[in-house]
């Protein structure tokens, strides 16, 4: 006889939520994630939630990984990567599209799928683009798995720094003098585009901060002192980004604050 359908016993505790942790993945700061996460996965109290962690590999491999936050750490400067912490070279978690579902599939080549099991909330712990810039967040609607942090609008205009503050100003905030050159005008007309950055210099004096749009843990990012160091800081932001921004240096300290809601109807 099957006990499966009996009435949990008193003694038996209730199932805990389980949470997904999900790291890693395709951007440049896929080290820093790793390392957050496995702060995360050291902070989370293991009474109250069962915790599944998935990273993603740097090519896009949802990957189950092992659960040890020791590993996940800056070593002789090298950043950790999920490749060294996935428990097989070719398997992949996969997420229901389906919003009836919450049941996590693993799958291997060769083998029958696993079930995981449902997973009660995701916690994204991505840094940058496909991650932290909406569009996890928009698989994640999709899937109907409710997750942690803020919803596609928000991740993708706090993801890009031109988008950031066009929004910013629309709300009457100020922000510092900035141009952006946009991958199009660059490929057109790259001697213009640098002429675009100096006569703003001219305008707003040296130094300059030359930025790749959307990225961040200042990645990409060069203090320009004059002419001599633009074209080498102009490609090392397009590396990670071929829209950059660059913009005047502002002044006084510096102070970063964060903001938590539950209301829906904010950004
Ligand atoms: N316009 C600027 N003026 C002065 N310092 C800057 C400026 N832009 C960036 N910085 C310095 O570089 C750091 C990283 O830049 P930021 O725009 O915050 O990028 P990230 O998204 O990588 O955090 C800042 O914390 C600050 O110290
Ligand atoms: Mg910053």
């Given at each position: 006889m099957s006990t499966e359908n009996l009435p949990q016993s008193p003694e038996q505790p209730p199932r805990k939520p389980r949470v997904a942790v999900v790291f890693g993945g395709r951007s440049s700061e896929h080290g820093i994630s790793v390392v957050t996460a496995g702060a995360v996965l050291k902070a989370i109290d293991r009474t109250k939630y069962d915790v599944l962690p998935i990273g993603i590999t740097q090519d896009g491999r949802w990957a189950l990984t092992a659960d040890e936050p020791e590993r996940m750490a800056i070593v002789d400067r090298r950043p950790p990567s999920v490749d060294l912490l996935a428990e097989s070279a070719e398997g992949a978690v996969i997420l229901p599209v389906d919003p009836a579902s919450r049941e996590v599939v693993y799958s291997e080549p060769g083998s029958v799928p696993k079930a995981l099991g449902e997973v009660d909330v995701v916690f994204p712990v991505l840094h940058g683009p496909y991650g932290e810039d909406g569009t996890l967040q928009g698989l994640l609607e999709l899937s109907g798995v409710p997750y942690v942090g803020s919803g596609v609008l928000a991740s993708a205009v706090g993801q890009d720094k031109e988008y950031m503050k066009r929004v910013f100003t629309s709300f009457g905030l100020k922000v510092g003098p900035y141009v952006v050159i946009r991958p199009r005008e660059w490929e057109r007309d790259e001697a213009a585009a640098r002429k675009k950055i100096v006569d703003f210099a001219g305008e707003h004096g040296w130094p300059l901060f030359v930025k790749p749009s959307r990225a961040g843990?200042?990645?990409?990012?060069t203090k320009v002192d004059d002419l001599s160091g633009l074209d080498e800081a102009i490609a090392e932001a397009q590396r990670h980004d071929p829209k950059i921004l660059v913009e005047a240096a502002l002044h006084g300290r510096e102070i970063c604050l964060l903001y938590k809601s539950d209301a829906a109807d904010e950004l």
């Open positions: 843990s200042s990645i990409g990012i």
